[in-house]
């Protein structure tokens, strides 16, 4: 069974720092695109980045280049976004979510089969 678990959200302000993680389990990790995604309120749901480990590929939107950064941990089937220099517009429910790595590394979330609960990041002004 896939499992996502996300962690490390909170409440900062801005211009603050967090680390978001994506514990991961059921698949094997490097065949596998890893997506964080966000909706904020009254918002649709967005892509933020997104990662093949076993291909080296990683996405990042266009608001978020820059100040966030995506990683992961092969060993410990995880995946990070380091988020810096945060501001308002970033709160949201952050989503990580899973999919078999095809042929290109996809930022539509309807490409995503797999998802965990969310973690609630808010910044304040």
């Known amino acids: 069974e896939v499992q996502l678990v996300e962690s490390g959200g909170g409440l900062v302000q801005a211009g603050g720092s967090l680390r978001l993680s994506c514990a991961t389990s059921?698949?094997?990790?490097?065949?596998?695109?890893i997506g964080w995604f966000r909706q904020g309120p009254g918002k649709e749901r967005e892509a933020v980045s997104c990662?093949?480990?076993?291909?080296?590929?990683?996405y990042y939107a266009d608001s978020v280049k820059g100040r966030f950064t995506i990683s992961s941990d092969s060993a410990k089937n995880t995946v990070y976004l380091q988020m810096n220099s945060l501001k308002p517009e970033d709160t949201a429910v952050y989503y990580c979510?899973?999919?078999?790595?095809?042929?290109?590394?996809?930022?539509?979330?309807?490409?995503?089969?797999?998802w965990g609960q969310g973690t609630q990041v808010t910044v304040s002004s």
């Open positions: 979510a899973a999919s078999p790595f095809i042929l290109y590394l996809s930022e539509t979330s309807d490409e995503y089969e797999h």
């Open positions: 059921g698949f094997t990790f490097d065949d596998f695109e």
């Open positions: 990662i093949s480990s076993g291909h080296g590929r990683t």
